[in-house]
């Protein structure tokens, strides 16, 4: 058995592999870049080594800085994880060349299988279906239209040495081709450095199947069933599931019997996916599910199916690469249960899905990084992480494992709406409302399922009812400061929750403004509340707060929100969070305009001008440069002109 294993990963897979590791008494080397160096993954290895700068052009993707940490910390193999190198079939023999153990397939696999034509008629060949299309060495415009037109439209142009929904495009008519053609050239040039492509005929209601494959050096393989992965958002997986809902046993036996003969095909070792297309408007039937690619590595969704079949993948990586046999044989796999698996990514859906960095000040995954009971998670951060702009943005997968495909999905929602993330945004409420759609429910799939209703999937960016009275509950208290008769519970780090008080200061408040972005909600807050939200916290620049439906927001007392907007109408400016005045740029009886500067407040380091709100003069300036201020404290009036 190995005895000391280099990770040449970063993140959520490689916190995963150095779980397994660890479990079976393997040493674990990590790898790192600048932007890594207080990583989760670096801190959970053995040993860690800094491999160059953040761009992953200059530290993950440079096989000579991997092999040679490996040599350096003594390391007797290298596990790639997924991405990065893990598909290079040319660093896999470098590493067998330098006389280190690969945890992967023979770089001869890796290779028949990287370009897609090539795979395509070795698949043929093992008798495995394949989509109708062309992959012929003619690669001009002409050819390519005339077989596209042959094919019959709509077609898809896809790179051969493509990967990760990069160098493809769909094609509706052949006025279309030519430009499409282009754009996937060029996107394939600048992605892989190869801009062949070839023609697939494009399935009109299209579901994502792939098959996990295992082989070893004794002439091995096995399958462990099948995974749906047709939820998809531009090509890239969103949610995973298995098993695929709507396959009968024996589509499933034909499927899998296929995928077994194609890794044969290759003299296939370790884990591996084969992946198909089918048309499913008819169904999950048998002559209508095609070959699409293998994936010659681990694959992001691999949870789901160690969930329902009990086998921890990356162990049989470890003891295959060893030089061990399969420790099961096919008729020792089962399918148990149903399991579906969430991706969550830094990205922001109401903004075009933009990526989203910075420090996770607050983060919070049900049964973080743990295998418990239905839910797993698994992780590459935590709270105090900084999410780099370097990397892929996906920093954590919900995986729930129940007896039925709807309590899965159910679980899983739950345990998605409990999560917060902040400041940075993510796709949590996305991923709930997602997983609860009633065609999704009803298993009535197809990779356009997202595009078709994202507007009803992304989370809506009003306020709901208990957001806006767990927030106006929080200032209220706030402003009430020590007089408040019970507590906020704002500290609790598995579970913060604003839980009952009564406020008994005088003059007892009976509302307040509550503003949210442009919105300003008088709030009721006169009667004893008891508000279950997963977490309503204090933050520098208002009132974070996140509710059990995975919406979350941020709120401010609607007088002033210390961003330069216009204050309430009364005139009244008043401090939004306990701080130091820093600069005071009126006078009392000073006449003033709509959006002026009237002071400057520093809280946890952050400055927040306060301004005026309409044209007027100062009529009470109670605030002196210097001073510290609590929440809510009346800093000055200013009356409107006229009055």
């Not at 002439?219 to 958002?233: A, I, K, M, Y």
């Not at 009721?524 to 977490?535: E, F, H, L």
Request: net charge negative; hydrophobic share 45%.
């Amino acid at each position: 058995m190995i005895a000391k294993l280099l990770i040449a990963n970063r993140g959520e897979i490689a916190c995963r592999i150095i779980r397994t590791a660890r479990a079976m008494g393997v040493a674990t080397v990590a790898v790192y870049s600048d932007a890594d160096a207080k990583a989760l993954h670096v801190r959970s290895a053995d040993e860690a080594v800094h491999i160059g700068p953040s761009p992953a052009a200059e530290s993950y993707l440079v096989g000579e800085k991997i092999i040679a940490a490996a040599k350096e910390t003594g390391a007797e193999a290298v596990h790639p994880g997924y991405g990065f190198l893990s598909e290079n079939a040319a660093f896999a023999q470098a590493v067998i060349d330098a006389g280190l153990i690969w945890v992967g397939p023979k770089p001869s696999s890796i290779e028949a299988m990287g370009l897609k034509d090539a795979a395509k008629k070795l698949m043929r060949e093992a008798g495995v279906p394949v989509t109708p299309g062309y992959e012929g060495e003619d690669q001009s415009v002409e050819r390519l239209a005339k077989e596209a037109e042959a094919i019959g439209y709509p077609v898809l142009i896809k790179a051969v040495a493509g990967g990760g929904g990069k160098g493809m495009r769909k094609v509706d008519a052949p006025g279309d081709f030519a430009a499409a053609l282009e754009s996937c050239r060029r996107e394939a040039r600048a992605s892989f450095g190869n801009d062949e492509v070839l023609l697939e005929k494009w399935i009109t209601s299209p579901r994502h199947i792939e098959v996990q494959v295992f082989g070893d050096s004794h002439g091995n393989v096995v399958h462990l069933f099948e995974r749906d992965c047709s939820l998809q958002r531009r090509h890239q997986k969103v949610i995973e599931e298995a098993p695929a809902p709507g396959m009968d046993e024996a589509t499933r036996e034909e499927i899998c019997a296929a995928a077994v003969r194609a890794a044969k095909a290759v003299d296939y070792e370790g884990a591996g996916t084969i992946e198909f297309i089918a048309d499913a408007s008819e169904g999950l039937r048998a002559d209508r599910i095609f070959f699409m690619e293998m994936n010659t590595r681990l694959q992001v969704e691999h949870p789901v199916t160690e969930e329902i079949t009990g086998v921890d993948l990356v162990e049989w990586q470890l003891r295959v690469a060893s030089g061990e046999p399969i420790p099961l044989k096919q008729d020792d796999l089962s399918i148990n249960g149903h399991a579906v698996e969430a991706r969550l990514y830094a990205e922001d859906p109401a903004k075009g899905f933009l990526p989203s960095t910075g420090r996770l000040e607050d983060f919070y995954l049900a049964q973080r990084n743990r295998r418990d009971g239905n839910l797993r998670v698994d992780t590459g951060v935590e709270e105090g992480t900084e999410v780099s702009p370097f990397y892929d943005p996906m920093i954590a997968k919900m995986i729930c494992h129940r007896p039925t495909r709807l309590e899965a999905i159910e679980t899983l929602a739950t345990q998605l709406g409990r999560s917060h993330c902040y400041p940075v945004k993510w796709n949590a409420g996305l991923l709930r409302n997602l997983v609860l759609a009633e065609d999704f429910k009803a298993a009535k799939l197809d990779t356009g399922f997202i595009e078709r209703n994202l507007a009803e999937l992304i989370p809506p960016t009003a306020a709901p009812d208990d957001a806006l009275e767990a927030a106006g509950l929080l200032i209220a208290a706030m402003a009430n400061g020590k007089q408040a008769e019970d507590s906020l519970d704002l500290d609790d780090t598995w579970r913060p929750r604003m839980v009952g008080f009564r406020l008994n200061a005088e003059p007892k408040p009976l509302s307040v403004r509550v503003r949210h972005g442009n919105e300003v909600v008088e709030v009721d807050v006169s009667t004893q509340s008891i508000w279950d939200v997963p977490i309503a916290r204090a933050k520098a620049d208002g009132i974070f707060v996140s509710n059990n439906d995975g919406w979350s927001g941020l709120f401010s007392a609607a007088r002033h929100d210390g961003t330069g907007q216009a204050s309430a109408a009364d005139g009244a400016i008043i401090a939004p969070m306990p701080g130091k005045v820093i600069a005071v740029d009126v006078a009392e009886g000073q006449a003033v305009t709509a959006g002026q500067r009237l002071m400057v407040l520093e809280a946890m380091k952050m400055e927040h001008a306060l301004t005026a709100p309409f044209d007027g003069t100062v009529t009470a300036l109670e605030a002196s440069e210097g001073g510290q201020v609590q929440v809510e404290a009346v800093l000055c009036v200013v009356e409107p002109a006229g009055e």
